[in-house]
T-cell receptor, first 111, second 113 residues
Framework: SQELEQSPQSLIVQEGKNLTINCTSS?????LYWYKQKYGEGLIFLMM?????EEKSHEKITAKLDEKKQQSSLHITASQPSHAGIYLC???????????FGGGTRVLVKP | DAGVTQSPTHLIKTRGQQVTLRCSPK?????VSWYQQALGQGPQFIFQ???????QRGNFPDRFSGHQFPNYSSELNVNALLLGDSALYLC????????????FGDGTRLSIL
């Protein structure tokens, strides 16, 4: 079965600093999804990546999928307190298929 | 445009009891998936419903069952509750067969005493 590992498990950054979260798969990724979760709440969809080498940006968040489609990174530029939360990567094997998630990365932004 | 809604938001049960959780998908979506998220972990896939049938199932015992109604809403039933069933139960909806992200509700927090 496919497994996703996220690193780091948690990080604390000073407001205004950049941060990067990695998601590594044991198998080639078909589709890779990034979600954000506030503690105890639902998941908010951030970005979806499908093609090797693909890169997407939304506001201050950029996600990339490497050429071999086995690793993705999420980068936040000039972090703000609103970026605090748990970031989860998820992957599926085919369109509409179940998602397998990593363990999550807990981000705290210090003002 | 209403998103995915789940009820109830919180629930407390005792061991051995049975529970039913409910989910209404995002408008226009026809596929509903259920996930269990234990504290400090990523969500684990339970099962997925499409056209009122269970299409996929994760590694969960038969105590976990579900149903999808003609209006695409769904229920998750858990029988003979165990302490280990305490978790956040998340419902996600999507449009079947298309490469679109799943949209999640805020979840039901289930506590077993």
């Amino acid at each position: 079965s496919q497994e996703l590992e996220q690193s780091p498990q948690s990080l604390i950054v000073q407001e205004g600093k950049n941060l990067t979260i990695n998601c590594t798969s044991s198998k080639t990724l078909y589709g890779l999804y990034w979600y954000k979760q506030k503690y105890g709440e639902g998941l908010i969809f951030l970005m979806m990546l499908q093609k090797g080498g693909e890169e997407k940006s939304h506001e201050k968040i950029t996600a990339k999928l490497d050429e071999k489609k086995q690793q993705s990174s999420l980068h936040i530029t000039a972090s703000q307190p609103s970026h605090a939360g748990i970031y989860l990567c998820g992957a599926d094997k085919a369109a509409g298929n179940k998602l397998t998630f990593g363990g999550g990365t807990r981000v705290l932004v210090k003002p | 445009d209403a998103g995915v809604t789940q009820s109830p938001t919180h629930l407390i049960k005792t061991r051995g009891q049975q529970v039913t959780l409910r989910c209404s998908p995002k408008s226009g979506h026809d596929t509903v998936s259920w996930y269990q998220q234990a504290l400090g972990q990523g969500p684990q896939f339970i099962f997925q419903y499409y056209e009122e049938e269970e299409r996929q199932r994760g590694n969960f015992p038969d105590r976990f069952s579900g149903h999808q109604f003609p209006n695409y809403s769904s229920e998750l039933n858990v029988n003979a509750l165990l302490l280990g069933d305490s978790a956040l139960y998340l419902c996600a909806s999507s449009l079947g067969g298309l490469k679109q992200p799943q949209h999640f509700g805020d979840g039901t927090r289930l506590s077993i005493l």
